[in-house]
């Protein structure tokens, strides 16, 4: 059985009214993913992303921020443990947000699980690792963050 693998483009543009005029935004990303075998093989994605923005914002002085050009890119590889119902991850990151943002470059290590005997619980859990990013924590050690979800199957009928 061979793992499947996808590859793609996405984006998006628009326009907001915003106090100084009308704001024009636009993305561009492309992706890559391998799932993982049942047979043990990690699966990983790649994304890269870039974002156009005609109006920021301000600086702290008020004054607006020139148009700006921002791009992103995540590498991330996952593995499947308890036949499927945890997936363990590792993603780094680098985004440079340009004038207003500067960049951030750091790593996170992910766990997306079911709860055991419920198939509809699912948690998630991340940690955000790395010196030099704005993902770390103020203290240079991790942050944490984690979610719990519940998904619901939807039956729809129709009378015949």
């Known amino acids: 059985m061979r793992s499947p693998f996808e590859a793609g483009i996405f984006g998006s543009s628009g326009s907001l009214p915003v ?3 009308i704001d024009q935004y ?3 990303a492309l992706y ?3 799932d993982p075998s049942p047979r043990g093989r990690p699966g990983f994605f790649v994304a890269y992303q ?3 923005d005609s109006s920021p914002g301000a600086d702290p002085n008020g004054n607006p ?3 700006v050009d921002s791009r992103g890119f995540s590498v991330e590889g996952f593995q499947l443990f308890l036949r499927g119902h945890l997936v363990v991850s590792m993603r780094h990151d680098f985004n440079d947000a340009g004038i207003t943002g500067g960049t951030s470059n750091g790593n996170a290590i992910n766990a997306a699980f079911t709860i055991p005997g419920t198939p509809y619980l699912h948690g998630y859990l991340e940690a955000n690792v790395g010196g030099n990013s704005a993902l770390a924590g103020a ?3 991790p942050t944490w963050k984690g979610m719990l ?3 619901l199957p ?3 009928k129709t009378r015949s």
């Open 19 to 21: 106090s100084t005029g």
């Open 26 to 28: 636009s993305s561009t």
């Open 32 to 34: 890559a993913q391998l």
């Open 50 to 52: 870039r974002e156009r």
């Open 65 to 67: 921020y020139p148009a």
């Open 139 to 141: 203290s240079g050690g």
């Open 149 to 151: 979800w519940l998904t």
């Open 154 to 156: 939807v039956v729809l």
